[in-house]
């Protein structure tokens, strides 16, 4: 059973950044991502890792948000600087045995800029 442990959520003024952290009791995924939902609205993809290496990006979060992995502790990161009010939500990390599918769920972490 893989389990992912995210932390790092919290309240923020807009400008400022966070960073979150997945916990995973493996590393070995072919996707590793963040996704989020804000309230009344589907969850949407941040952004994922792959195992070739590349990282793709939502353009909403592109330049803002970085994605990065330290597979010695099993850990997926989501630096997110200049926060915006619409980056608020409950964010999810998510990870798949393929590239077009999720497999595993988080619990998720609130994450709440304001104005």
């Known amino acids: 059973q893989v389990q992912l442990v995210e932390s790092g959520g919290g309240s923020v003024q807009a400008g400022e950044s966070l960073r979150l952290s997945c916990a995973a009791s493996?590393?070995?995924?072919?996707?590793w991502g963040w996704f989020r939902q804000a309230p009344g609205k589907e969850r949407e993809a941040v952004g994922s890792?792959?195992?070739?290496?590349?990282?793709l990006y939502a353009v909403s979060v592109r330049g803002r948000f970085t994605i990065s992995k330290d597979s010695a502790k099993n850990t997926l990161y989501l630096q997110m600087n200049s926060l915006k009010p619409e980056d608020t939500g409950m964010y999810y990390c998510?990870?798949?045995?393929?590239?077009?599918?999720?497999?595993?769920w988080g619990q998720g972490t609130q994450v709440t800029v304001s104005s």
């Open positions: 493996r590393s070995t995924f072919t996707r």
């Open positions: 998510a990870a798949g045995l393929s590239s077009a599918e999720i497999d595993y």
């Open positions: 890792i792959y195992s070739g290496g590349t990282i």
